[in-house]
C-alpha cells in the first residue's frame, strides 16, 4: 500500500451544518491548524451535495497535504479521488472493500471495544483501525466505552495504525496519545469550539511534531 494514515489530528465533519460554505470554511481552519486527515461524514440523501462537498473537501486537503477519507462510501471515495473509505459495521466489508479498491486506498475500520474485530480488519487489508468511544460522546451518547488498556495493547499487538475517537478534547487527549495512538479522531471536541484553528493547533502540538510538516506529496 502506497498511503499510510498521517499521524496526528484526524478531523471528522459534523453532519448537523447545512450551509457548504460554512462548513468549508471549518475544515479550512481545522487545516491550518494542523489537522493531518478529514473525514467527511454525511449520511443524508442530497447526492449532489454529497458529491459538492467531498470535491471541495477534497480540494482543500490537496492545497493543505493532508488525508481525505470519506465516512462509508467506496463510491464516493473513488468518484472524488478521496485518499481513503472509513467503514462501520454496515457498511461494506474490509474485504470487500480492498478487493475492490486495490493496494492504494485507505481503509479504516471502526472497531468499536473489539481488539478481536481489529485483529480480523488487519487479515482483511484495513489500513488502519480506530477504537471508541475513548471517552463520554456528546456526539454518541450511548456508544460503547474503548478504555485506555484496551489502545496500549492494539497499539503495541496490531502492525497497523490505531486511531482513538469520542469525547476527546485537548484536556484527555494526552493518555490516548501515551497509549500509543497513532491519531486522535475528533467532531465536536474540534468544531463545537470558539477557535477552531487554535484547538487543531493543540491537539496537533500533542504529537510534538511542527503542524505543517509531514504532509502527504
Known sequence: MNLVLPRGLYAITPEQIADTELLLDMVRRCLAGGARTIQYRHKGPEETRRRAEAQAIGALCREYKAAFVINDSLDLAREVGADGVHLGKADLTCAEARRRAGP?????????DSLQRARQAVRDGASYVAFGSAFA???????????????????TELQIPVVAIGGITPTNAPDLVAAGCHALAVISGLFNVPDITATAAAFSALFGSDPTADRLE
Open 104 to 112: 492504494d486506498l485507505l481503509i479504516g475500520v471502526s472497531c468499536y
Open 137 to 155: 460522546s456528546p456526539t454518541k451518547p450511548a456508544a460503547v466505552r474503548a478504555e485506555l488498556p484496551l489502545f496500549r495493547e492494539a497499539a
